[in-house]
């Protein structure tokens, strides 16, 4: 049965902020598919419509993702039962998929975890660092396992199929651009490392987490070793799952209000051996040598290697798939196109006053090079900050021979244009640093520096004295 997204069934006061900006003239493209959408979508509980206009809206736009997405993948969806979310047949084969968000933190509690981090010092790059490896797998790791433990794959019509928990996060506008890589340390238990040989090959090494904690938060990492978590065959997350999503889907389904042009700016998956960067790509929504977007793109599924039903890729092509090797370390067969992250610009030359749906903070700076924590990144002591590998490599460095394997795992700048890593001598196992500077060509080249020592703390102290002598 048909249902109606946009006519207001609860009061103005009520309706959530980013089902207001569906309104204005910009996001006419996604208003005008989601309502195409919602004309073939079955709502089995009565309520989709007042959760989409309320508290609801972002799980109920990721279950319209997922329902398009599907249909659009040649799977049929049989809406007899009313458990779990999708079941989704193709080649006689039968896929169970449950949906599941992360959502938005209650004011209390965030402001608590805001004071808690706080307390702890930690700004930029560190406070990116400590969320990717404990706040956010915590915050994933809260409705994967409670959606588990209501055991979906002992009932009758699901039982011996593979069964999909589809997940995608919510709980900051936005955060699913950068917190796919914590949903992927969470699932499988295991953070990387590399570096290079000395001709230059990529050597990625694996290391067991153990445990996610913050403060008095604390979990075990490794969902897929859970008990009963053999019967999930997989995880399913997007990174783009969003309104802009819909708006850029609509537009090339041909829904084009005249006078507006949207342009796409993010990375992408980079294909080229042993590359340790994304590629940046922007483009025209519509143009000729546009990719040609997909409800497929953006999307990830990570397989249980301990599954007691796995899930055959072939059944879902045009999307990212992910697996761990004998040693533990990520393998992955990724479309040509495979967007990390991006940002829409809506360019309307008519006049809408109505409130755009909101920009998270921590959005923008991601895309700028600056740790997307949503706070001002802070300094270390008298001007020198942490930096990401990517800005540290934006610089013009010096080139030369190198004389044995390296692992840089930290990188750091100030307000003087001095720049500087800390790396682990992979030969003998000892902890170095550089300071860089700019010649009179632009080019940074060697300045200061030091080694031998046993830890990478001891390495960062000394790094930082360095720079602010």
Same mark, same amino acid.
């Given at each position: 049965?048909?249902?109606?997204?946009?006519?207001?069934?609860?009061?103005?006061?009520?309706?959530?902020?980013?089902?207001?900006?569906?309104?204005?003239?910009?996001?006419?493209?996604?208003?005008?598919?989601?309502?195409?959408?919602?004309?073939?979508?079955?709502?089995?509980?009565?309520?989709?419509?007042?959760?989409?206009?309320?508290?609801?809206?972002?799980?109920?736009?990721?279950?319209?993702?997922?329902?398009?997405?599907?249909?659009?993948?040649?799977?049929?969806?049989?809406?007899?039962?009313?458990?779990?979310?999708?079941?989704?047949?193709?080649?006689?084969?039968?896929?169970?998929?449950?949906?599941?968000?992360?959502?938005?933190?209650?004011?209390?509690?965030?402001?608590?975890?805001?004071?808690?981090?706080?307390?702890?010092?930690?700004?930029?790059?560190?406070?990116?660092?400590?969320?990717?490896?404990?706040?956010?797998?915590?915050?994933?790791?809260?409705?994967?396992?409670?959606?588990?433990?209501?055991?979906?794959?002992?009932?009758?019509?699901?039982?011996?199929?593979?069964?999909?928990?589809?997940?995608?996060?919510?709980?900051?506008?936005?955060?699913?651009?950068?917190?796919?890589?914590?949903?992927?340390?969470?699932?499988?238990?295991?953070?990387?490392?590399?570096?290079?040989?000395?001709?230059?090959?990529?050597?990625?090494?694996?290391?067991?987490?153990?445990?996610?904690?913050?403060?008095?938060?604390?979990?075990?990492?490794?969902?897929?070793?859970?008990?009963?978590?053999?019967?999930?065959?997989?995880?399913?997350?997007?990174?783009?799952?969003?309104?802009?999503?819909?708006?850029?889907?609509?537009?090339?389904?041909?829904?084009?209000?005249?006078?507006?042009?949207?342009?796409?700016?993010?990375?992408?998956?980079?294909?080229?051996?042993?590359?340790?960067?994304?590629?940046?790509?922007?483009?025209?929504?519509?143009?000729?040598?546009?990719?040609?977007?997909?409800?497929?793109?953006?999307?990830?599924?990570?397989?249980?290697?301990?599954?007691?039903?796995?899930?055959?890729?072939?059944?879902?092509?045009?999307?990212?798939?992910?697996?761990?090797?004998?040693?533990?370390?990520?393998?992955?067969?990724?479309?040509?196109?495979?967007?990390?992250?991006?940002?829409?610009?809506?360019?309307?030359?008519?006049?809408?006053? !109505? %409130?755009?749906?909101? +920009? @998270?903070?921590?959005?923008?700076?991601?895309?700028?090079?600056? *740790?997307?924590? /949503?706070?001002?990144?802070?300094?270390?002591?008298?001007?020198?900050?942490?930096?990401?590998?990517?800005?540290?490599?934006?610089?013009?460095?010096?080139?030369?021979?190198?004389?044995?394997?390296?692992?840089?795992?930290?990188?750091?700048?100030?307000?003087?244009?001095?720049?500087? !890593? %800390?790396?682990?001598? +992979? @030969?003998?196992?000892?902890?170095?640093?550089?300071?860089?500077? *700019?010649?009179? /060509?632009?080019?940074?080249?060697?300045?200061?520096?030091?080694?031998?020592?046993?830890?990478?703390?001891?390495?960062?102290?000394?790094?930082?004295?360095?720079?602010?002598?």
């Amino acid at each position: 049965m048909a249902i109606d997204l946009f006519t207001p069934v609860v009061p103005e006061d009520r309706l959530h902020p980013s089902f207001e900006g569906l309104a204005h003239r910009g996001f006419e493209p996604a208003r005008r598919i989601l309502a195409e959408i919602a004309g073939a979508f079955n709502d089995k509980d009565g309520n989709f419509v007042k959760d989409f206009q309320t508290t609801g809206f972002d799980a109920r736009l990721w279950e319209l993702y997922l329902h398009a997405y599907l249909l659009s993948d040649g799977f049929t969806l049989n809406e007899e039962e009313s458990v779990p979310d999708y079941i989704a047949t193709k080649a006689a084969q039968t896929i169970f998929i449950e949906a599941v968000t992360v959502n938005a933190t209650q004011a209390k509690a965030a402001e608590a975890d805001e004071a808690e981090t706080a307390a702890k010092g930690l700004t930029g790059w560190d406070l990116f660092s400590h969320r990717m490896h404990n706040v956010y797998p915590i915050k994933f790791g809260s409705p994967l396992f409670s959606k588990m433990k209501k055991k979906y794959w002992e009932q009758g019509h699901v039982r011996g199929q593979p069964f999909i928990l589809a997940i995608e996060d919510f709980h900051d506008t936005g955060s699913m651009v950068w917190t796919g890589s914590a949903l992927e340390l969470y699932l499988y238990g295991y953070d990387y490392w590399w570096y290079r040989e000395v001709g230059g090959e990529l050597v990625v090494l694996s290391e067991a987490i153990g445990e996610h904690k913050d403060g008095a938060k604390q979990i075990p990492s490794g969902f897929f070793d859970l008990p009963d978590a053999e019967h999930v065959s997989a995880v399913l997350f997007s990174n783009s799952a969003t309104v802009s999503k819909f708006n850029r889907m609509g537009f090339l389904q041909g829904y084009q209000p005249e006078n507006l042009c949207l342009v796409r700016a993010g990375v992408c998956y980079n294909h080229e051996p042993h590359a340790t960067e994304p590629l940046m790509f922007r483009y025209v929504v519509g143009s000729p040598s546009a990719p040609k977007e997909t409800w497929a793109e953006g999307l990830s599924m990570f397989h249980n290697p301990k599954a007691a039903v796995p899930v055959a890729e072939n059944l879902f092509p045009g999307i990212a798939h992910h697996r761990l090797d004998e040693q533990n370390r990520m393998r992955s067969d990724v479309p040509a196109f495979h967007p990390y992250g991006s940002i829409t610009q809506v360019f309307n030359s008519i006049p809408d006053r !109505t %409130v755009v749906p909101p +920009v @998270s903070p921590a959005n923008m700076q991601m895309l700028l090079g600056e *740790p997307p924590t /949503g706070t001002s990144r802070g300094e270390i002591s008298s001007g020198v900050r942490r930096i990401s590998r990517f800005e540290f490599r934006s610089h013009r460095l010096a080139s030369g021979p190198v004389m044995a394997p390296a692992m840089e795992k930290s990188w750091f700048a100030d307000d003087k244009g001095l720049i500087g !890593t %800390v790396f682990l001598d +992979v @030969s003998d196992q000892d902890w170095n640093y550089v300071v860089l500077a *700019p010649d009179s /060509g632009a080019i940074y080249r060697w300045v200061a520096g030091d080694g031998g020592m046993n830890t990478q703390e001891e390495a960062e102290s000394a790094l930082i004295a360095e720079m602010t002598n």
